[in-house]
């Protein structure tokens, strides 16, 4: 049922959709952690359970992917480490390509949300970031 919907996905400028069933409830073209965090935040604790598109699954979308009631994630890169928490917490996964570790933009090294997330649970993850987003805005 998803795939046309994956292949949509790719095909746009898109960074993060959420689906309640077939209907489209959240999508964003923010970078990074930021629409998980803002679709958390806006619906988080409101929705029924979710499938996710995400360009980009690593450990610490993962953890969010969690938070967000995610029952099912579609997205062309993830992690081994997303990977292990994703099955840890019983959601279905749908990834293109596998890497060990999702990598900083410039490829030097891990990435420093994958780096943090790290041997968290979903809700220490979170709040974690929560205060690192408010401690910046100071």
């Known amino acids: 049922m998803y795939t046309d919907m994956f292949s ?11 689906y309640q069933d077939e209907t489209l409830i959240f999508s964003s073209q923010k970078d990074q952690l930021l629409p998980l965090l803002e679709y958390i935040t806006d619906y988080g604790s409101e929705q029924q359970p979710v ?6 699954m690593g450990n610490a ?8 009631t995610c029952r099912e994630v ?8 997303a990977i292990k ?7 279905e996964y749908h990834l293109t390509e596998i ?6 933009p410039d490829g030097k ?3 420093p949300m994958e780096k943090l997330s790290i041997g968290k649970e979903p ?4 709040q974690e970031i929560k205060t690192r987003i408010e401690a910046n805005k100071k």
Do not use: N, W
């Not at 949509?8 to 959420?18: C, E, G, N, P, V």
């Not at 979308?61 to 967000?68: V, Y």
């Not at 928490?85 to 959601?91: A, V």
């Open 109 to 111: 090294g891990m990435c």
């Open 74 to 81: 579609y997205s062309p890169l993830g992690s081994e480490l």
């Open 85 to 91: 928490t994703l099955e840890k917490f019983g959601i």
């Open 51 to 56: 499938t996710l598109f995400d360009k980009i």
């Open 61 to 68: 979308a993962a953890l969010l992917a969690i938070k967000a």
């Open 8 to 18: 949509a996905f790719l095909a746009s400028d898109d960074t993060l959709r959420i």
């Open 123 to 126: 809700e220490e993850f979170y």
């Open 99 to 104: 890497v060990p570790y999702i990598q900083r």
